[in-house]
């Protein structure tokens, strides 16, 4: 069997500006059989990537890496200059997994990894979530992958501040991206026109779409329509998050009628929808069919009443941590009735 090899720094939340002598020599050691680096949860300057980007050009059989919060501290000048450093050492390598979440990449920082974007066709994981991007830093993600067919099947932009503009750019990739599997974009400020480009711009380019997660964004009035027939388009997909949406009422029953029509169903996140409780008992119907595909529902802030809860509750009675927590349980639920009885009774 062949060797595999991961060269790891280890997270001490340290400020580093040079691998030492050891590290060095370790490095040197692996090159040849190197296929992940993990520098995460310290931090690093641009001295740093100076030198060890000369040792990344001599792993040929790279192929992930993990820098997820290694800038704690860095300046908004200094972090673009490093990722360009690190983006261009990893040109022409095969990278198959770059995760640079939770670090300040900013929108030059974005403009500084489009080199490497525009020609990593072999990409298949790219995670940029809480990077600060912005519309423009959005903008600059998109134009590198717009750069020919990416091979790319799972892309994380949550908490970025995308708003419309930057979903309507996101948007623009997906043409070159055709095996895109996963969008997890969640928590963007996406309103009715950016959210109905995304939906409409996946369900025409992306046939291979298994997972979705787009809560706390906008999913109302026309955009309810594009969502459902991006459901029932999407013949792979098994995983929707579509909670904290500002769902009205009367939309739910579009999207329950799209949901019912899954082939499978493993994860579903429908928090704080305003689902009604004969919603509830329609959706307990779509999941009694599902049960033994479901490893995650998520339920809480909507309108079920207890018996409709306790359904959910029996159902997965033998699957623990599948079913998330409702917003209260029957105990405080029966308090609750409790209290309203005492103080109906109160005369002043």
Do not use: W
């Amino acid at each position: 069997m062949e060797q595999t090899y991961t060269f790891t720094i280890e997270s001490k939340k340290q400020n580093i500006d040079a691998l030492t002598e050891e590290q060095q020599q370790e490095y040197k050691a692996h090159a040849e059989e190197c296929e992940i680096i993990v520098l995460k949860g310290n931090s690093y300057s641009k001295q740093f990537f100076n030198q060890f980007s000369e040792f990344i050009t001599t792993s040929k059989k790279l192929q992930k890496i993990n820098a997820n919060d290694i800038f704690v501290g860095k300046g908004k000048d200094e972090i673009p200059q490093s990722l360009q450093i690190l983006g261009n050492s990893l040109i022409g390598l095969n990278i198959l997994s770059l995760d640079l979440s939770n670090n300040a990449v900013n929108p030059f920082g974005a403009e500084a990894l489009k080199p490497f974007l525009k020609q990593a066709h072999q990409l298949q994981r790219l995670f940029l979530n809480n990077c600060g991007l912005g519309i423009r830093g959005v903008t600059q993600v998109s134009e590198g992958l717009q750069e020919g067919e990416h091979n790319l099947q799972i892309l994380a932009i949550a908490r970025n501040r995308a708003e419309c503009d930057g979903a309507i750019e996101i948007s623009k990739a997906f043409p070159t991206c055709k095996k895109l599997q996963e969008l997890h974009i969640y928590q963007n400020g996406i309103k009715q026109k950016g959210m109905m480009e995304l939906l409409s711009s996946l369900n025409k380019n992306c046939s291979e779409l298994t997972t979705i997660d787009i809560r706390d964004n906008f999913v109302h009035e026309a955009t309810t329509q594009v969502l459902s027939d991006l459901i029932l388009n999407s013949t792979h997909l098994t995983a929707i998050n579509i909670s904290d949406c500002n769902i009205q009422g009367k939309q739910n029953k579009q999207i329950l009628e799209s949901l019912s029509k899954l082939v499978k169903i493993e994860r579903l996140g429908y928090n704080y929808a305003e689902l009604n409780d004969v919603q509830g008992n329609e959706l307990y119907e779509i999941i009694v069919k599902q049960v033994d595909n479901v490893s995650k529902l998520e339920l809480k802030g909507n309108e079920f009443k207890k018996a409709t809860k306790q359904k959910f509750k029996e159902l997965f009675v033998n699957k623990e941590k599948v079913l998330g927590a409702f917003d209260s349980d029957d105990e405080d639920e029966e308090e609750a009735d409790e209290l309203q009885k005492l103080f109906s009774q109160l005369v002043i």
